[in-house]
């Protein structure tokens, strides 16, 4: 079945990058998402990612694929404090284009 | 331009009681889809309405219902409410609801069954 992985807290000191991490098993997956959601706030979409592409760069973010491995990661370069929420990572299966999210991952801030 | 908008914001409902969540899309975004978030299960998807038809479910029993009306807003409808459908209701609005389309979120409304 469709399911989505990824650790549920991470901490970083400012300045340092964070890599936040993603399993997926639905293969025929089209697309994969990274959302950042602040406290009180809805989704918001960073970043996503074709599935036959194999990295993709915006500015202080990088999302790296490992198709054969199921395997996507965001890395967020020189982190700040604003930077301090939950991020989702979700994929988009291609047979019925429902977007599965995993549980997010709680990224904290150390000074 | 005018972001999703969500209503009401908060709500707090008894058990057995039924309740209408409302969802307002980005002018010219047909798609509309909702989602249900709670600690325990995180983010999950309930269905997606495209050009007032249900184009999406995910798998939620039939209490759960919805549907879009021709501008494009959506409703959602809980019935017979129970204490673990506390929950904060997320809608996702986007031009049509295909993949590399960006999906812009409400700030969601808190449903909290007691």
């Known amino acids: 079945g469709e399911d989505v992985e990824q650790s549920l807290f991470l901490s970083v000191r400012e300045g340092d990058s964070s890599v936040i991490n993603c399993t997926y098993t639905?293969?025929?997956?089209?697309?994969l998402y990274w959302y950042k959601q602040e406290p009180g706030a809805g989704l918001q979409l960073l970043t996503y990612i074709f599935s036959n592409m194999d990295m993709k760069q915006d500015q202080r973010l990088t999302v790296l694929l490992n198709k054969k491995d199921k395997h996507l990661s965001l890395r967020i370069a020189d982190t700040q404090t604003g930077d301090s929420a939950i991020y989702f990572c979700a994929e988009r299966a291609e047979r019925d284009d429902k977007i599965i999210f995993g549980k997010g991952t709680r990224l904290h801030i150390l000074p | 331009k005018a972001g999703v908008t969500q209503t009401p914001r908060y709500l707090i409902k008894t058990r057995g009681q039924q309740v209408t969540l409302s969802c307002s899309p980005i002018?010219?975004?047909?798609?509309v889809s909702w989602y249900q978030q709670t600690p325990g299960q995180g983010l999950q998807f309930l269905f997606e309405y495209f050009s007032e038809t249900q184009r999406n479910k995910g798998n939620f029993p039939g209490r759960f219902s919805g549907r879009q009306f021709s501008n494009s807003r959506s409703e959602m409808n809980v019935s017979t409410l129970e204490l673990g459908d506390s929950a904060l209701y997320l809608c996702?609005?986007?031009?049509?609801?295909?993949?590399?389309?960006?999906?812009?979120f409400g700030q969601g409304t808190r449903l909290t069954v007691v």
């Open positions: 996702a609005s986007s031009l049509d609801g295909q993949g590399g389309t960006e999906a812009f």
């Open positions: 002018s010219g975004h047909r798609s």
């Open positions: 639905d293969s025929s997956s089209t697309y």
